[in-house]
Protein backbone atom coordinates (compact mmCIF):
# COMPACT_ATOMS: atom_id res chain seq x y z
CA UNK A 1 0.00 0.00 0.00
CA UNK A 2 2.83 2.52 0.71
CA UNK A 3 4.27 1.57 -2.19
CA UNK A 4 1.37 2.73 -4.41
CA UNK A 5 1.06 5.93 -2.28
CA UNK A 6 4.96 7.01 -2.95
CA UNK A 7 4.26 6.04 -6.94
CA UNK A 8 1.05 8.51 -6.87
CA UNK A 9 3.15 10.89 -5.27
CA UNK A 10 5.65 10.56 -8.07
CA UNK A 11 2.91 10.57 -10.55
CA UNK A 12 1.45 14.01 -9.04
CA UNK A 13 5.12 15.73 -8.75
CA UNK A 14 5.95 14.71 -12.24
CA UNK A 15 2.71 16.36 -13.33
CA UNK A 16 3.04 19.50 -11.26
CA UNK A 17 6.45 19.91 -12.82
CA UNK A 18 5.23 19.43 -15.90
CA UNK A 19 2.42 22.20 -15.14
CA UNK A 20 5.40 24.35 -13.97
CA UNK A 21 7.17 24.37 -17.29
CA UNK A 22 3.89 24.95 -19.11
CA UNK A 23 2.85 27.83 -16.84
CA UNK A 24 6.32 29.17 -17.46
CA UNK A 25 6.39 28.39 -21.61
CA UNK A 26 2.80 30.06 -21.73
CA UNK A 27 4.28 33.12 -19.66
CA UNK A 28 6.99 33.58 -22.09
CA UNK A 29 4.71 32.95 -25.12
CA UNK A 30 2.42 35.83 -23.91
CA UNK A 31 5.49 38.18 -23.26
CA UNK A 32 6.74 37.90 -26.72
CA UNK A 33 3.26 38.38 -28.15
CA UNK A 34 3.09 41.17 -26.39
CA UNK A 35 6.13 42.97 -27.05
CA UNK A 36 5.78 41.86 -30.97
CA UNK A 37 2.10 43.73 -30.84
CA UNK A 38 3.57 46.75 -29.17
CA UNK A 39 6.35 46.73 -31.46
CA UNK A 40 4.01 47.02 -34.41
CA UNK A 41 1.80 49.47 -32.66
CA UNK A 42 4.72 51.82 -32.27
CA UNK A 43 6.04 51.42 -35.99
CA UNK A 44 2.28 51.64 -37.47
CA UNK A 45 1.70 54.92 -35.17
CA UNK A 46 4.91 56.40 -36.11
CA UNK A 47 5.10 59.07 -39.18
CA UNK A 48 8.97 58.58 -39.35
CA UNK A 49 9.49 54.71 -37.45
CA UNK A 50 12.60 53.73 -36.77
CA UNK A 51 12.97 49.79 -36.29
CA UNK A 52 15.62 49.25 -34.26
CA UNK A 53 14.83 51.99 -31.75
CA UNK A 54 11.89 50.65 -31.25
CA UNK A 55 12.72 47.23 -30.78
CA UNK A 56 15.22 48.01 -27.93
CA UNK A 57 12.91 50.27 -26.28
CA UNK A 58 10.06 47.70 -26.18
CA UNK A 59 13.09 44.69 -25.23
CA UNK A 60 15.15 46.60 -22.83
CA UNK A 61 12.89 46.47 -19.75
CA UNK A 62 13.23 42.90 -20.21
CA UNK A 63 15.92 42.39 -20.97
CA UNK A 64 17.73 44.61 -18.22
CA UNK A 65 15.47 42.59 -15.88
CA UNK A 66 16.60 39.16 -16.98
CA UNK A 67 20.49 40.62 -16.42
CA UNK A 68 19.34 41.51 -12.44
CA UNK A 69 17.98 37.98 -12.07
CA UNK A 70 20.73 36.47 -13.57
CA UNK A 71 23.24 38.38 -11.47
CA UNK A 72 20.93 38.04 -8.12
CA UNK A 73 21.06 34.46 -8.72
CA UNK A 74 25.13 33.57 -9.68
CA UNK A 75 25.79 36.32 -6.56
CA UNK A 76 23.54 34.24 -4.29
CA UNK A 77 25.64 31.08 -5.50
CA UNK A 78 28.59 32.66 -4.78
CA UNK A 79 28.14 33.77 -1.26
CA UNK A 80 27.16 30.02 -0.96
CA UNK A 81 30.05 28.63 -2.54
CA UNK A 82 32.75 31.03 -0.38
CA UNK A 83 30.97 29.83 2.32
CA UNK A 84 31.05 26.22 2.09
CA UNK A 85 33.80 25.16 0.37
CA UNK A 86 36.92 24.52 1.68
CA UNK A 87 40.10 27.56 1.98
CA UNK A 88 42.39 25.41 -0.16
CA UNK A 89 39.95 24.77 -3.12
CA UNK A 90 38.69 28.16 -3.28
CA UNK A 91 40.23 29.67 -6.19
CA UNK A 92 39.09 26.80 -8.68
CA UNK A 93 35.82 26.68 -7.21
CA UNK A 94 35.37 30.52 -7.70
CA UNK A 95 37.20 30.09 -11.30
CA UNK A 96 34.33 27.87 -12.08
CA UNK A 97 31.60 29.78 -11.14
CA UNK A 98 32.78 32.56 -13.07
CA UNK A 99 32.73 31.10 -15.82
CA UNK A 100 29.37 29.44 -15.58
CA UNK A 101 28.18 33.09 -14.71
CA UNK A 102 29.73 34.84 -18.19
CA UNK A 103 28.44 31.63 -20.41
CA UNK A 104 25.08 32.28 -18.56
CA UNK A 105 25.58 36.53 -19.32
CA UNK A 106 26.60 35.60 -22.93
CA UNK A 107 23.24 33.84 -23.39
CA UNK A 108 21.50 36.74 -22.26
CA UNK A 109 22.84 39.32 -24.70
Not at 21 to 28: F, H
Not at 31 to 38: G, P, W
Not at 59 to 77: C, P, Y
Request: glycine fraction near 2%; charge should be positive.
Amino acid sequence: MAAAADEAAKKIKKQEDANKVDLKNKRKENTQRAEINLIKSQINQSEKPEPLKIVKSVLDARHKKELADLEDKFGQEREELLLNCDPNERIKILSDWEYRMNKGMDSKK
